[in-house]
């Protein structure tokens, strides 16, 4: 079996091969999993995290600890990154802090603004994950989808024509597994090159 057929017969698109992928929020068990999914796919994978014992974990990947709050921490990441090769950013902070409306928008700001010479020169983009409430009447975790969706609209309308791809998919409780395919299809472009979707599992 080619090297090829393994990987798409373990639901990894070969078109990952040779990607450069940030993954921020690395550390989490969903992180973790893509993290291992991408390097068996060829990416070169950059594990960004605070836990600099989780970063230790993650096998095949390049570890970045942040320093500081994360949206500072991703703005000085972009500076220093330029325009170097970037494929995509990997957003995976609102499943680190769900309920942390804030930080979550001044994250996916940071990377809109930080990263952009890098994604436009590479036509790269940013997939934001997040999980849906389990509880309708948690407001402060149920207002984290709205907010996401309204912040990747308004940077989709008044970026450039030529700014990253932005797409949002959220997941439901036990998604587990389809909101792994769907994220390894994102990035691959399975789908052609959406922006401003949002993927609901």
Not at 8 to 28: F, M, S, V, Y
Not at 122 to 133: C, D, H, K, N, S
Not at 166 to 194: D, H, K, S, Y
Request: with cysteine.
């Amino acid at each position: 079996m080619s090297d090829g057929m393994a990987l798409e017969a373990q639901g990894i698109p070969k078109a990952l091969r040779g990607q450069r992928i940030i993954i921020l929020g690395a550390c989490c068990v969903f992180g973790r999993s893509l993290a291992r999914a991408l390097n068996t796919s060829g990416a070169q994978v950059v594990a960004a995290d605070t836990n600099t014992e989780g970063l230790a974990q993650i096998s095949g990947a390049l570890p970045l600890r942040l320093k500081g709050a994360p949206g500072d921490a991703m703005r000085r990441v972009g500076v220093s990154w330029g325009e170097a090769r970037l494929d995509a950013v990997l957003n995976l902070m609102p499943l680190r802090h769900p309920g942390a409306l804030d930080i979550n928008i001044d994250v996916l700001k940071a990377l809109a603004e930080g990263f952009s010479p890098a994604l436009c020169r590479w036509e790269g983009q940013i997939l934001t994950v997040a999980v849906r409430p389990r509880q309708a009447t948690d407001l402060g975790a149920g207002a984290m989808v709205p907010a996401l969706l309204s912040a990747q609209a308004a940077f989709t309308d008044t970026l450039p024509n030529d700014a990253p791809l932005l797409n949002l998919i959220t997941q439901g409780e036990g998604a587990l597994l389809p909101a792994r395919a769907a994220v390894l299809g994102m990035l691959a472009r399975a789908l052609g090159p959406l922006n401003g979707t949002h993927l609901r599992l």
